[in-house]
């Protein structure tokens, strides 16, 4: 089942979330290190990798599968 991603703030660091889950995948003491997880984890379904920020607003979005609406050109 594709999953759409989301790396987000945890208090003990950063966590994977799948969408809709109510526990993290994994929880990373770094970003850096949950956007790394997130996104094999998303290259691997074909889903979309999520960003947020400390605020808790998307900050960066990525597709790893066919997108639906391509861009043009």
Known sequence: ????????????????KAAGATN???VLGTQRA???TARG?????GSEMLV????????ERNTY?????PPKG
């Open 52 to 59: 947020h920020g400390e605020n808790g607003r998307i900050r």
């Open 41 to 45: 984890i998303a290259k691997n379904q």
């Open 34 to 36: 949950a956007i790394e």
């Open 1 to 16: 089942m594709k999953r759409n991603q989301h790396v987000v703030p945890h208090p003990q660091g950063w966590a994977v």
């Open 24 to 26: 993290p995948t994994k």
């Open 65 to 69: 599968g066919p997108d639906k609406c």
